[in-house]
């Protein structure tokens, strides 16, 4: 059974239903009184649903009503929704977002309101549900990229093909990708190749006839913002302007309770950027890095190799590690600092010749010693991949030269891999459902083992709530210490072209370009999953040391909610809000 099938009985709600902590609105839509002489209809959704939201999507007719209220704490980013759908076509359509004020119509420094279109594209029959495409059946248009500019990618719904534009030096041009060739790695053009670049404020667009298009709206929420009522207001062209009332908590969320890493592939090339998962130039590793730290995430995997395997990881061995230092210089400067390095830029493989293990225990030091010069405590070498039976009791002997030389070993793999191994590996990255049960049989296998959940799923289906869910409440559900997830990008072949694998749909939390990440309903739905995990995490930390009834309801919650089949994690949020604020003024 896969991730996916496992979570689809319990990801059902209706399109227009409001996440219940936006609690305020008794209804999604909002339109003024007048709203008959507008040409435009515009209504909030749940940016989180589980039901695609389509250009065929309609929209169902609802009363007036205020805009909802989103709770939200300081230093943290909220996220909204909403569709706007019109009979006529609009021409230089768009969403204006005011600034953020308090009660007194002060504006409030440092709040910014961001604006993206979510663009619809075909992808590989699978899509929304898999990472592996389905064997037969046509492409699928499927919600995807929150882009600035609608009009970087067209669709052709007659050929079910996507065309992307290219700002090159001779101007612009186009690409359609239309799964042709059919290859079996990656495909890594540079960013002169494949000049694909968004632009860095929503651009005014036509909005087409009797079609639903849907906005991804995020609110920058300062971190030094006192408790109270905050507004926005969305403008939408010839339709009704939505109120956005923002409820800022009296209390600040402490980091996520379990560890967030993800398999990052990206590599500082000595050469021009690329537009791939492979290898970026200085900007581009800045800008996916600072994308990765603003999700949650704050302990990526390094790629970057300790000696080249191809020309662009360095011309020798001295300029790859030049790089790898600047590669880890770069995390630092974005605010990545981890203790902990989990690194693949020398994986341990299985020799067992002398020289070979030599050569093994003169690297690990080399890349501890480096690592240590960056500030970290614990260097962990990755080991064969998946590796089952006897390739991976195989690795015995350079594991023990790993753990002997000041390094630690990770790996994927199933739980079998405690049983024969697991008295030299330190993390295992399990591939598969997390449950309590396989946290409880790990530590009675190997009691320091560190449990990070993988492939529950892989990045590829769009869906944000599968991603909330799963790497969030479902995920602290199962005890695990954490998760490192595949993969923020890597492409089958070139990742913009999701027909072009034989086997599997492009691994895509964001996409490439020449400058910065496209972000995805996916990669939005993971970070409002750790966000989850905060809360529960704030609730645990007051209700330890309340001994008000209010605490004690928060206790006898948390003990419930462990075992509980989890259907809507904003209701969840919604509840442990509520206890929060009960706990407050006694506590």
């Given at each position: 059974m896969s991730a996916i099938d496992a979570v689809a009985p319990y990801l059902t709600g209706a399109l227009l239903l409001l996440s219940p902590h936006a609690a305020s609105a008794a209804s999604g839509h909002t339109r003024p009184p007048n709203h008959?002489?507008?040409t435009v209809t515009a209504a909030f959704v749940d940016p989180f649903s589980p039901i695609p939201i389509l250009p065929d999507t309609e929209l169902a007719d609802a009363p007036t009503a205020p805009g909802p209220t989103f709770k939200v704490t300081p230093g943290m980013y909220l996220s909204a929704s909403l569709v706007v759908r019109s009979p006529v076509s609009v021409v230089d359509f768009t969403v204006s977002a005011s600034q953020v004020t308090n009660n007194d119509d002060a504006v409030i420094s440092g709040a910014t309101v961001d604006?993206?279109?979510?663009?619809?594209?075909?992808?590989?029959?699978?899509?929304?549900?898999?990472?592996?495409r389905e064997r037969s059946g046509q492409p699928v248009l499927v919600p995807e990229l929150l882009l600035h500019d609608w009009d970087l990618v067209t669709t052709n719904y007659g050929t079910r093909r996507n065309t992307v534009r290219l700002h090159g030096p001779q101007g612009t041009t186009y690409a359609t990708f239309t799964g042709s060739p059919i290859v079996k790695s990656e495909v890594i053009p540079t960013t002169s190749d494949l000049p694909i670049m968004d632009s860095d404020t929503l651009l005014p667009f036509t909005l087409p006839a009797n079609e639903t298009v849907q906005f991804w709206v995020t609110v920058d929420i300062p971190k030094d913002l006192?408790?109270?009522?905050?507004?926005?207001a969305l403008r939408t062209t010839k339709g009704p302007v939505l109120a956005l009332t923002i409820d800022v908590l009296p209390f600040a969320l402490p980091p996520p309770p379990l560890e967030y890493s993800i398999y990052y592939r990206g590599k500082l090339s000595p050469h021009d950027g690329t537009v791939s998962s492979e290898y970026k130039n200085?900007?581009?590793?800045?800008a996916d890095l600072a994308n990765i730290r603003r999700h949650g995430i704050t302990n990526p995997t390094v790629y970057q190799r300790f000696r080249p395997k191809f020309p662009r990881d360095g011309r020798s061995d001295r300029e790859a590690q030049r790089l790898l230092k600047e590669a880890l210089a770069t995390r630092?400067?974005?605010?990545?600092?981890?203790?902990?390095?989990?690194?693949?830029?020398?994986?341990?493989?299985?020799?067992?010749?002398?020289?070979?293990?030599?050569?093994?225990?003169?690297?690990v030091r080399a890349v501890t010693k480096i690592a240590a010069g960056h500030g970290y405590r614990n260097t962990f070498f990755y080991g064969i991949d998946e590796a089952s039976g006897d390739i991976l009791s195989s690795q015995r002997m350079a594991w023990s030269i790993v753990r002997s030389s000041g390094g630690r070993i990770f790996t994927a793999g199933r739980i079998d891999a405690l049983a024969d191994m697991g008295d030299l590996l330190d993390a295992l990255v399990y591939q598969g459902l997390p449950s309590a049960e396989l946290r409880s049989q790990a530590h009675a296998t190997a009691a320091n083992v560190r449990m990070l959940s993988y492939d529950n799923p892989q990045s590829g289906p769009e869906n944000p709530a599968v991603f909330r869910l799963n790497y969030g409440l479902r995920l602290w559900q199962s005890g695990f210490d954490g998760a490192m997830i595949y993969a923020f990008q890597h492409s089958m072949g070139n990742i913009w072209d999701d027909l072009d694998h034989p086997i599997y749909r492009d691994h895509a939390l964001t996409y490439p370009t020449v400058d910065r990440p496209l972000d995805t309903l996916a990669w939005e739905g993971l970070r409002e999953g750790i966000v989850d995990t905060q809360y529960v995490g704030a609730v645990e930390s007051k209700a330890s040391s309340c001994r008000s009834d209010a605490g004690l309801r928060a206790r006898r919650y948390l003990t419930q909610l462990r075992d509980s089949v989890i259907v809507d994690p904003a209701s969840v949020r919604s509840e442990l809000i509520d206890l929060a604020l009960a706990m407050s003024p006694n506590c």
């Open positions: 008959d002489h507008f604006v993206r279109v979510v663009k619809p594209w075909f992808q590989a029959p699978g899509a929304w549900q898999s990472q592996r006192p408790a109270g009522k905050y507004k926005a200085a900007q581009q590793l800045s630092q400067a974005q605010g990545l600092t981890s203790p902990d390095l989990y690194y693949l830029g020398r994986t341990t493989s299985n020799p067992t010749s002398p020289a070979e293990l030599a050569q093994l225990e003169r690297d």
